[in-house]
């Protein structure tokens, strides 16, 4: 295809020089052939150039008369280089013309293009067609579209001159949706050397942006060093804090206050501007300078009212005076280089500047990244010093703004691991109403990973403390069933106690056999075969309790529990009415230790009366009286022997016990059972005399 260059048009000659075309993959593309297509050569003096009066109306911001004549061209020719050239004209007008015009002018721009391309698919305004039709889609935010269009030029064209701008267009793309992965991705694919000094330095500061937004300071300084290397003009504001910025995060101080300085030279009125000059004192601290610091954070939060900065500079400040003073800071890592610590009282006044300034710069109607970035310094201020219910607050106000994906799961993650600090806290209170209160209020913020971990636990152990078993039994669940789970012994543990709360015997008969068989030989085990027994009691199984304490007994023969899980084996035979097996225990270990056997003798005592071998039965409670006179069980014991002596026959010994007991007894009941027993007893023998002379 034979083209010219429009000398007359563009440069105000008056001669037209044909040149004929061969494209390669050219190192960049001229700005005259990124706003307007190709124009033909077929006419021979400039006052038949059919497109200088569009042209002029173009250059002209007429974009209403340009767009007018160019359809009146296109009525006039129906194929050719003319045609070509005003078909794709069109949807360059309508783009320009979307400036100012609205965005209705991009869709025009859009089906225009496509028009065009259709009549002309092989020219080289075609893909440049794909390129500014991806372009329009960029503006209107239909991002999918807009990366659909370049990636054809890619796929279609790889060797055109357009190829690179189109790679370029995928990259700004991603970062104007904010898919900073994707951007810098797509950025590191492009090859510098094919483009001009310009494009470089826009696709270096844009790889830039791209990584700083990712908080990949080292890579973004290196690019906004490279990008400025390159560039002769101005930087913007923002590509200048950004650099200076990335320069502070990599430790860089001097560099970043040279930079922040030359944003506060350059762009004074700037709402970046205030929060630039803080960030010199932050420069300063960090190199130790504290008087310096200090004395630009009371600058900063002194001067009256907010400025452009929405009041970012004044938290700012606020966060670096309390990390100046932060050598009582209840953490291990602690600055180098600080101030006198705060007290209590000056503690709670940093604290209360903070939480002051990040709800003005909440108030505002959206936060940049730098902002967000900002509040959740200063939320882990709070969490650090443990004030979580204000962290807490101010992460939730946080979270309703929109952000990057990458910090909303940063954000998210702090949040739920402020929720378990604070649950930790009121436990260490003991405050367990407010556990439970705050797990209502938030428990669709608890994920299943915090349910099934420390903080799920202690939630569990709250509502069991509280009575609230059926919710206990609920969050205690989960956590029991996963053998890796490293609180499932007590979760476990903690479940049966809660079922048998409940009156589900045989759920937590189920349970504490589980546990006795994962872990036997916890330090837990003896409370649960205890809760084991009383389950299988309540349930009339006193069999299968003896089954599961004569097993553990002969597993662990020399476990220090040995003796205690004997007596509870002691008891099931008791309540099964097997007293033999019982006071067998009982004597086995009071021989192993004789010391402790006085705390036996009683059992035993009573294992003897029940298999009415009263004499021996006697002979114990009085070990147990001599032992011990001021028991407790005192008027029990009494009234048992009284029953054994009358049992004996020794009626006159058993009647002056049961006296004794009716005036002397502590316990009322006792009293009033000792009289009862005791005429009984008469009436029974008055019964028995009065047979005996009938027969």
């Not at 904010?178 to 510098?192: D, P, Q």
């Not at 002194?302 to 009041?311: F, H, V």
Request: aromatic residues 10%.
């Amino acid at each position: 295809m034979k083209m010219v260059s429009r000398v007359s048009a563009r440069f105000g000659m008056n001669l037209l020089i044909p040149i004929t075309f061969v494209f390669f993959l050219q190192s960049n593309v001229r700005a005259e052939d990124r706003e307007l297509p190709l124009f033909p050569e077929n006419y021979a003096t400039p006052e038949e150039d059919p497109f200088k009066k569009i042209l002029e109306e173009y250059r002209g911001n007429n974009f209403a008369r340009a767009a007018a004549a160019t359809d009146q061209l296109l009525q006039r020719l129906s194929e050719g280089p003319l045609s070509e050239t005003a078909s794709f004209l069109r949807g360059d007008i309508q783009l320009k013309w979307a400036q100012t015009g609205g965005t209705k002018h991009l869709h025009r721009a859009i089906s225009a293009f496509h028009e065009a391309q259709q009549r002309y698919p092989d020219s080289e305004n075609a893909i440049r067609g794909l390129w500014r039709i991806g372009q329009a889609y960029e503006q209107l935010g239909f991002n999918y579209e807009a990366i659909g269009s370049f990636k054809r030029i890619l796929l279609r064209h790889p060797n055109s001159r357009f190829a690179p701008l189109a790679q370029i267009g995928i990259a700004q793309t991603y970062r104007g949706w904010k898919k900073w992965t994707e951007a810098a991705e797509a950025y590191e694919g492009i090859h510098l050397d094919s483009l001009s000094p310009e494009d470089q330095t826009l696709v270096l500061v844009g790889h830039a942006d791209s990584l700083f937004h990712q908080n990949q300071f080292e890579a973004a300084y290196r690019k906004y060093e490279q990008g400025k290397a390159l560039s002769g003009s101005r930087p913007t504001p923002v590509v200048l804090f950004q650099h200076a910025e990335s320069a502070y995060r990599t430790g860089r101080t001097g560099q970043a206050r040279q930079l922040f300085f030359n944003l506060l030279t350059l762009s004074s009125r700037d709402p970046l501007a205030p929060v630039a000059f803080v960030r010199t004192a932050d420069t300063w601290r960090r190199e130790g300078v504290i008087d310096k610091a200090g004395l630009v954070y009371t600058q900063v939060l002194a001067a009256p009212g907010t400025n452009p900065s929405g009041g970012l500079d004044k938290l700012i400040a606020a966060i670096g005076q309390i990390t100046m003073q932060a050598c009582g800071a209840p953490v291990s890592s602690k600055p180098l280089l600080c101030q006198t610590a705060l007290d209590e009282e000056g503690l709670h006044q940093a604290l209360e500047l903070v939480e002051t300034q990040a709800r003005i710069v909440l108030q505002a109607s959206r936060l940049d990244d730098f902002a967000q970035e900002t509040l959740l310094e200063a939320i882990e201020q709070f969490r650090t010093y443990g004030a979580f219910t204000v962290a807490l607050d101010l992460e939730e106000h946080l979270m309703a703004f929109p952000s990057a994906s990458h910090f909303k799961l940063r954000l998210t993650a702090v949040y739920r691991k402020t929720i378990g600090e604070e649950i930790g806290r009121l436990a260490k209170k003991g405050d367990d109403l407010k556990i439970v209160e705050l797990f209502h209020a938030r428990s669709a913020d608890f994920t299943p990973p915090m349910l099934t971990g420390p903080t799920g636990l202690q939630v569990g152990v709250s509502h069991a403390r509280l009575g609230l078993h059926a919710q206990a039994i609920e969050l205690f669940s989960p956590i029991a069933a996963s053998l890796s789970n490293r609180s499932a012994e007590e979760a476990l543990f903690l479940l049966g106690k809660s079922l048998l709360e409940e009156d589900a015997y045989d759920r937590a008969e189920q349970k504490l056999s589980a546990f006795i068989k994962r872990y036997p030989r916890s330090p837990r085990i003896l409370s649960v075969l205890v809760d084991l027994g009383g389950a299988l009691d309540r349930q009339g199984k006193a069999d299968r309790a003896i089954e599961i304490y004569h097993k553990w007994l002969l597993k662990y023969p020399s476990h220090p529990h040995q003796e205690r899980i004997s007596l509870l084996l002691a008891k099931a035979y008791q309540r099964k009415g097997n007293f033999r097996e019982e006071a067998a225990i009982y004597q086995k270990w009071m021989s192993r230790n004789p010391s402790k056997s006085a705390d036996l003798a009683l059992d035993l005592g009573e294992a003897y009366y029940h298999l009415r071998e009263y004499g021996k039965a006697i002979q114990l409670y009085q070990t147990v009286l001599k032992e011990n006179p001021e028991t407790s069980k005192e008027d029990w014991i009494r009234f048992q022997m009284a029953k054994s002596y009358h049992a004996m026959g020794q009626r006159d010994r058993g009647s002056s016990l049961f006296d004794q007991l009716v005036q002397n007894a502590k316990d009322p009941l006792m009293r009033q059972m000792a009289a009862e027993e005791k005429a009984s007893l008469k009436q029974k023998r008055g019964v028995d005399g009065n047979r005996r002379k009938e027969g």
